[in-house]
């Protein structure tokens, strides 16, 4: 498991930031949804509530523990974009931290609302995508990869 940036745990930690869940189906093909209760747990692992067991994320979810396959979290402000790729390690269906995120979802959405489950993710690899960034890292890296042929004639 590796650590997260500061500045990645305070946008995990904010409301206004959008987190984005990335899984494959069997065939390898991507599924992406936005789950905004994407956050952080004191031990350094990535927790989210999943709302329903037949969604294809879960399902995506079982199948990358099952087998070993890595997820993706993106987490963006619209300045600042972080991905994380982490192994799915465990599927709450009771107990405490089920209990807070279940709390959280009926004081966000209603007092009927419900969960299935909650995911924990440990977090393997941390990579700044903000446009900036990754600009940088690509000019320093392959400075004549990235100029067009006509910017070079000036």
């Not at 396959?69 to 107990?95: A, F, H, R």
């Amino acid at each position: 498991m590796v650590s997260l940036p500061e500045e990645l745990k305070k946008l995990l930690e904010r409301t206004d930031t959008v987190k984005i869940l990335g899984t494959v189906d069997e065939k390898g093909n991507p599924h992406v949804v936005a789950k905004d209760s994407i956050r952080l747990l004191d031990d350094g692992t990535i927790a989210y509530a999943e709302d329903l067991d037949s969604s294809r994320s879960n399902k995506n979810m079982v199948r990358s523990i099952w087998f070993d396959k890595l997820v993706s979290i993106n987490v963006t402000n619209g300045e600042v974009s972080y991905q994380i790729k982490g192994k799915p390690v465990k599927c709450l269906i009771t107990g405490p931290l089920f209990k807070e995120f279940l709390i959280k979802e009926r004081e966000r959405l209603g007092g009927d609302s419900d969960i299935q489950s909650v995911w924990i993710v440990s977090p393997i690899e941390v990579r700044n995508e903000s446009r900036l960034v990754r600009r940088k890292e690509e000019w320093s890296e392959r400075p004549f990869f990235n100029i067009h042929l006509d910017r070079l004639k000036k």
